[in-house]
Nanobody, 115 residues
Framework: QVQLVESGGGLVQAGGSLRLSCAAS????????MGWYRQAPGKQRELVAS???????NYADSVKGRFTISRDNAKNTVYLQMNGLKPEDTAVYYC?????????WGQGTQVTVSS
């Protein structure tokens, strides 16, 4: 069983920064595509950023230039550095692991950006 545990959410003023972390259990991490998604109240969950096993990244247009996804395979951890936060970034952020045999979600971490 693969478990994902997110941390790093919180309350920040507009223009501020936060770094989210997602630690994965097990040995599957290095072979998995990792992603960060978010879900705001009343909205569908959306992809924020993803990173492949080779380090290729993909970002939603709304966060390009402000957010950076990275991974540390030695620590089984994926990060999301969020700079220039805006009130519209307020959401629950979820970590996702996708491999040939696993598809898992973390429990989510709340990010609230005040104006």
């Amino acid at each position: 069983q693969v478990q994902l545990v997110e941390s790093g959410g919180g309350l920040v003023q507009a223009g501020g920064s936060l770094r989210l972390s997602c630690a994965a259990s097990g040995s599957i991490f290095s072979t998995a595509v990792m992603g960060w998604y978010r879900q705001a109240p009343g909205k569908q969950r959306e992809l924020v950023a993803s990173i492949t096993t080779g380090g290729s990244t993909n970002y939603a247009d709304s966060v390009k230039g402000r957010f950076t996804i990275s991974r540390d395979n030695a620590k089984n951890t994926v990060y999301l550095q969020m700079n220039g936060l805006k009130p519209e970034d307020t959401a629950v952020y979820y970590c996702n692991l996708r491999s040939s045999t696993w598809y898992n979600w973390g429990q989510g971490t709340q990010v609230t950006v005040s104006s």
